[in-house]
């Protein structure tokens, strides 16, 4: 997937209900994760991704500080975000604590 032509959020679109389910790429536009929830608000917010499991199933929760994260839509509408972490990076990370 090319990038390049999405069109990046504005930090008053990083609102909860923008990103949540949001879809996150690595290295090489692999999946890495989803977005579950947003800890705080703005820019010093926390992203909790489930990363790895099928469906849902098995993911682990880590927490990623908002900045770390590059939020676009595509030309569908579709939000979703780059990061420079890889799969295996996030899931090397602590678990964080289910709400």
Known sequence: MDHSHHIRLSSA???PAMI???V???VDDEKVG?????DGAGMDSTAIVDVG???GIGAKPVAL???EL???RDEHGEVHAMTSW???ELKELPEHPRH
């Open 70 to 72: 590059d939020f676009m």
């Open 86 to 88: 890889t799969k295996d």
């Open 53 to 55: 499991g099928f469906l």
């Open 65 to 67: 500080p908002i900045h």
């Open 13 to 15: 679109e990083l609102t």
């Open 20 to 22: 949540t389910g949001a």
């Open 34 to 38: 989803t977005v579950d929830h947003i």
């Open 24 to 26: 996150i790429y690595g």
